[in-house]
Nanobody, 123 residues
Framework: QVQLVESGGGLVQAGASLRLSCVVS????????MGWFRQAPGKEREFVAA??????NYGDSVKDRFTISRDNKKNTVYLQMNSLKPEDTADYYC??????????????????WGQGTQVTVSS
């Protein structure tokens, strides 16, 4: 059974940084496309970032502020979030999919999901 466990969320002030981590177990990590999504109260789930073998992709609202990376030896994907804004407040979810990089921005076909970690940015 594949498990994804996120950590690193918290309460910060606007302008601060946070780094989220997601540890994957139960499957060969390096073969997965990994993504981060977020969902704020009353809003739809939003694509944040994705990383494949050597490619990355970002949602428009986080470009130039967030960086996704992975450490295949540690089975971990990271999301470095800089210059945080109140509108970044949401539950952040780590997800993995077995194929189709062209759809990495689409939450629908991800195969595995974490339980989420909350990020709150105060103004």
């Amino acid at each position: 059974q594949v498990q994804l466990v996120e950590s690193g969320g918290g309460l910060v002030q606007a302008g601060a940084s946070l780094r989220l981590s997601c540890v994957v177990s139960g499957r060969t990590f390096f073969s997965l496309i990994m993504g981060w999504f977020r969902q704020a109260p009353g809003k739809e789930r939003e694509f944040v970032a994705a990383i494949g073998w050597s490619s990355t992709n970002y949602g428009d609202s986080v470009k130039d502020r967030f960086t996704i990376s992975r450490d295949n030896k540690k089975n971990t994907v990271y999301l470095q979030m800089n210059s945080l804004k109140p509108e970044d407040t949401a539950d952040y979810y780590c997800a993995g999919r077995r194929s189709d990089w062209n759809k990495a921005h689409d939450a629908v076909d991800y195969d595995y999901w974490g339980q989420g970690t909350q990020v709150t940015v105060s103004s």
